[in-house]
């Protein structure tokens, strides 16, 4: 029912941004609350949300340091594996804006066809029990919650780094394909929830910890390169994570440039916010364990469905108020 | 200049990284469980340890045994590592075999280490050994190749493609365990002097071994759950019999619960073969009088066995699951008229066979 829901809250969220943002061309949101905002809400503004955008970044690289850890090599720490995401992740976020735009565009260009091989392995696996799947459908009217509308309307949630990518859209008032990604964002959430649920049973998929991992190891492919598709997933798992993660904090960099426009061109600047973005992450990775991890991941979920909500709004104010 | 520093950075956390190497390690390929002997233990681990050679011809493969008695698993392996003079490594263990005294009594103790390490392959095999796991793990077969590769090429449908041979995954059984309507069911390897036979198998209920099924229920079940491609099957015809050779087989099945009648399973398998050998003269014209008594006696048997299943409770078609994915409401309402409904459920046993020809002669 959450599911369900949040394809059309996901899909609304996101067209009513991407079409108040293209009300302004070539404009971050930086700019356009200088414009037309005061001072005092500006900053707060900022302030809250570089954080939201610098934690999602932090999350992805903190789980995926333990990830790495307990499947790849577990006799290395994780804080060395923490460290060399860091790197590679800081290293990318502080490159030209375009620059990153088109690292993420090689990187879904490798990874999506090995995406649709996993997925189509898994659908047509024989240990693929369909009637489980449908016993879960058969619940749809469960009363949904807030954590899994939160959780369901993350697969949407892409749109919002438009705050710092407007600035490269060009001038067009409309986007091109906005329609196909609610089609593509209702297939993901459907497979991702979907094929856990059909590989480990409706009572047991809740015993897994990283159920897709689980899911992928359970697949075995004779004649693939690698017979255990759990090898291949975690690459692909890893990169799209990471990718994900250094969008993140490349905008929370973008934010914080904004934020101190006087040494913004200082060619140590952004070396110095990513280094402490970095050294943050690297504390706190040290701090974590795996369950007060999956709290704050659900914490901060449920934080996000509730600023994105307050960022729609107020982009969609502001959009109103520059055609008055 | 820069770039040198990040290069010496990067450099550093090679050397920081703990992997041992080839040589240095023990490959598990095979985990046994017993039942312990002794009385103060409860468990005996046998691990099969590939010797590595210089050579992979027929027969060259070498292996190491090695057993411990211990009161966890965990405690067993300790205890192991402390005889052997290399790092074990399980990720390449493959099939994880349990003496068949040891399932007669509660099972979850006992996959929980398997399920719980995050290095055990969810994608090995389960079977259960008799008279034991050990039994099983030290049989030498003389063609072998890779040390433990010919006991995982019969399972899977690489190597063999047997009727008789029922293949579970260890993620498949701990989901079967805990799933509401679906029971597990693994296979049972004998060992005998020189190989392996593979053509009987155990049902569980949630918690031990309850029903051993004999070779011709094994392959009925097979026939049933669609497990298999090829079959071969008998069927008595005018005092006689005659023998098909299946090559084709689809099947599925449905749960109804009407609400003015007893509920039902419909049960539909397809299946295209030739007949492979006879006792009596055969007439090519007479191939649906031959469809017709494959399909009366085969119906028959497997509804006697889904009869078998239903009085001891065992569920291991998956007819509960079936229910419950059709049917709307809350998990424990719908388990418990399903629970009430099983046994007074008819099965209905629908069998198409599509005889191709009686073979190469007349």
């Avoid at chain 1, 047991?204 to 159920?211: G, L, M, R, T, W």
């Avoid at chain 1, 600047?269 to 690297?282: A, C, E, N, P, Q």
């Avoid at chain 2, 095999?125 to 190749?145: D, I, N």
């Avoid at chain 2, 099983?342 to 190469?360: A, S």
Wanted: proline letters at 3%; one cysteine or more.
């Amino acid at each position: 029912m959450a599911m369900l829901l949040s394809i059309p809250i996901g899909s609304t969220l996101l067209i009513v941004f991407v079409n108040s943002i293209r009300k302004f061309p070539g404009l971050g949101l930086p700019e356009i609350l200088k414009n037309h905002t005061p001072n005092w809400i500006r900053i707060p503004f900022m302030i809250y949300f570089l954080s939201i955008w610098f934690v999602a970044g932090m999350i992805t690289v903190i789980s995926f340091s333990e990830i790495t850890k307990k499947y790849i090599n577990p006799d290395i720490s994780s804080m060395v594996i923490a460290f060399a995401f860091i790197c590679i992740i800081g290293l990318i976020a502080r490159l030209r804006s375009d620059t990153i735009l088109y690292s993420m565009e090689i990187l879904i260009i490798m990874n999506v066809p090995f995406v649709l091989w996993v997925l189509y392995k898994a659908v047509t696996n024989n240990s693929m029990n369909y009637d489980a799947c449908m016993e879960i459908v058969s619940h749809i009217w469960n009363v949904p919650t807030w954590d899994t509308f939160a959780a369901g309307t993350y697969i949407f949630t892409g749109y919002t780094n438009l705050v710092i990518f407007n600035r490269l859209m060009g001038t067009a008032k409309k986007m091109p394909f906005l329609w196909t990604i609610p089609i593509v964002g209702s297939c993901v959430l459907a497979t991702s929830f979907l094929i856990p649920v059909g590989f480990h049973g409706t009572m047991n998929v809740n015993a897994y910890i990283y159920p897709w991992i689980s899911t992928s190891d359970s697949m075995r492919v004779e004649f693939g390169l690698v017979e255990r598709v759990l090898f291949i997933f975690m690459y692909l798992y890893t990169n799209i994570s990471l990718a994900g993660s250094f969008i993140h904090w490349h905008v929370c960099l973008e934010f914080v440039k904004e934020l101190m426009p006087r040494i913004k061109d200082k060619s140590y600047f952004s070396w110095i916010v990513i280094g402490v973005m970095g050294l943050t992450t690297y504390l706190f990775s040290y701090l974590f364990n795996d369950q007060t991890l999956y709290q704050t991941g659900v914490y901060f979920l449920n934080i996000r469905f509730a600023s994105e909500i307050a960022l729609v709004v107020t982009m969609f104010m502001l959009a109103r108020r520059k055609k008055q | 200049m820069k770039k040198l520093v990040i290069i010496l950075i990067l450099i550093c956390l090679c050397s920081a990284c703990g992997f041992k190497d080839i040589d240095r390690r023990f490959f598990v390929v095979a985990i046994g469980i017993d039942k312990s002997e002794k009385k103060d233990t409860k468990y005996r681990l046998t691990l099969k340890l590939a010797v590595p050679g210089n050579n992979i011809d027929m027969g060259t493969a070498k292996f190491e045994l090695v057993t411990q008695d211990g009161n966890s698993i965990t405690d067993c392996v300790r205890l192991l590592k402390s005889k052997v003079d290399k790092e074990l490594d399980f990720g390449h263990s493959k099939i994880a075999i349990f003496g068949q005294s040891l399932l007669k009594e509660n099972i979850s103790e006992t996959t929980d280490w398997l399920n719980r390490r995050r290095d055990i392959q969810l994608v090995s095999w389960l079977a259960a050994g008799s008279p034991s796991a050990e039994a099983v793990l030290g049989t030498e077969v003389a063609h072998e190749r890779l040390p433990g590769n010919a006991l995982l090429l019969s399972f899977g449908k690489t190597g063999v493609e047997s009727g008789y041979i029922i293949s579970e995954y260890l993620f498949d059984f701990y989901r079967k365990k805990k799933e509401l309507g679906l029971d597990p069911i693994i296979p049972i390897i004998q060992a005998s002097n020189k190989h392996y036979t593979i053509n009987t198998s155990l049902v569980f209920d949630k918690e031990r071994s309850k029903l051993a099924l004999n070779m011709d229920e094994t392959r009925l079940f097979n026939i049933m759950k669609g497990n298999l491609n090829k079959v071969e099957i008998a069927t008595p015809y005018h005092d006689s019999k005659f023998f098909i050779s299946v090559d084709n087989l689809r099947s599925k099945y449905r749960v109804y619960a009407p609400s003015n009648q007893r509920p039902y399973a419909n049960i539909d398998i397809r299946m295209r073969g030739v007949i492979e050998e006879t006792f009596t003269h055969l007439d090519a014209n007479e191939l649906a009088a031959y469809e017709n008594a494959v399909e009366k006696t085969h119906s028959e048997a497997m509804s006697k066995l889904l009869v078998k299943f239903q009085k001891e409770n065992l569920d291991p078609m998956g007819f509960g699951l079936n229910y419950r994915a059709h049917h709307f409401g809350k998990v424990e309402e719908e388990w418990h008229t399903w629970q009430a409904l099983y046994p007074e459920l008819e099965f209905h046993v629908n069998i198409q066979m599509k005889l191709e020809g009686i073979g190469v002669i007349k």
